[in-house]
DNA sequence: CACCAATCTTACCGGCGGTAAGATATCACA
DNA sequence: TGTGATATCTTACCGCCGGTAAGATTGGTG
């Protein structure tokens, strides 16, 4: 038995994961996690700090991740919104963790950086939407002047289609998660609810 | 100093609702709570049975709630959405909950009950629409022939525009209560949020 | 080979959720 | 009116968790 692990700052962000997935955020258990990898619980103290910490690295893996995926979608709506979805039935326990403030340490820089990425690639498609054809559409009136506090993007504010898409896409993938979706009969495996998705993202009518 | 509270039952659940709105589902400690109104930490096992049982209640009472605002707020999908919205806005801990499966007890009645009350009122919602003229838009293939466990709905398959109207409005709510909307510099108070909320649902085009 | 930094362990603390058993107030009913 | 049943709350206890401090083991670097 060695006394180093050797990857243990990887499995334990794989086996957090799963476990968010199975139970939720609020069943996680630095502990547990510890005593199935083979460790004591202190041992992933080094590496995440603390349960936040894990938390935290678990939500930049996932933007990490998404912004990947959206990437690859490229800049058609209707594909990148299916990938949304479907990023979201792939990695429940990264989605679970990445829209949620009171969970993570939004002063973290790994994170910053990767919701960043994500942010540019949703906000990079809304541009291309806009110029190429969508442009009469309006903007939403400007933010008094910048962003708030995480710093402005480099993009224009998101007009209104783009933040429909969105929010259809994240709405879709939140209700999907919870078994809304599959308590109403709309599809239960993960195959199932990406055609769903996919025939209600398809009444979205770029202007 | 009475030995009887009075009304446990309902200064918990709202301190809960406060609790929750302000750090979350995870912040929720009922020794605090019990501190708060000065009971011991044993007291809300009578009412609740234990934590879970606290936030289920907190779901149901989310959820009647809920159903009220879209009730009152017509069959416009438009209006509707918005007040879905505005809903999440106003009570945040309690719609942090109603969402979340791994938090509550899903065998409750009253949960059931209340649940069943808002999907009522959408898929009502939606069978009016369909009715009025949207009829010739399609339905969703029925699932495998009646709903999965939870019994099905008395009402048809939600069509793909009610879905995707639900979606927008239920992620323009939880985008903006995980503070996303106001990091894109597109509103930090609820009366702004609203505003851009009813801007993207606009763009809703029902068929 | 000797030192150093990274990694993991042992030992400890307070707080939380949960359970069992008992005390006290309220209410129904004689 | 008063008395017993019931609802409500308390005291005492348990194990688990997250977090901290201090020390041991390992691998790398001069």
């Known amino acids: 038995m060695a006394y180093h692990h050797g990857s243990l700052k990887e499995d334990l962000l794989a086996a957090a994961a799963r476990v968010v997935a199975e139970r939720g955020p609020s ?11 083979g460790v004591t619980h202190t041992a992933p103290r080094h590496h995440f700090g603390d349960k936040q910490g894990v938390l935290t690295a678990l939500a930049a893996q996932g ?4 912004a990947g995926r959206l990437s690859s979608a490229g800049s058609d709506f209707l594909e990148a919104g299916v990938a ?25 820089d790994e994170l910053k950086q990767a919701r960043s990425r994500t942010r540019s690639v949703l906000l990079a498609g809304a541009e291309a939407y806009a110029s190429s054809g969508g442009a ?10 910048g962003g ?11 007009p209104p289609f783009a933040l429909l898409a969105w929010s259809a896409a994240h709405g879709m993938a939140s ?7 599959s308590a109403l009969g709309l599809g239960s495996t993960p195959d199932e609810v990406t055609r769903v998705a996919r025939a209600g993202l398809q009444r979205l009518t770029p202007p």
């Open 27 to 37: 069943g996680l258990s630095l502990r547990e996690l510890a005593r199935d990898l």
């Open 63 to 66: 933007h990490r991740l998404l």
């Open 84 to 108: 949304y979805v479907r990023f979201a039935l792939d990695h429940p326990g990264h989605f679970a963790v990445m829209f949620r403030p009171d969970l993570v340490n939004d002063d973290s």
């Open 136 to 145: 009469a559409s309006g903007r939403l009136k400007n933010a008094p002047s």
């Open 148 to 158: 708030t506090s995480t710093g402005a993007p480099p993009l224009a504010d998101m």
């Open 175 to 181: 209700l999907a998660l919870s078994g809304a979706l």
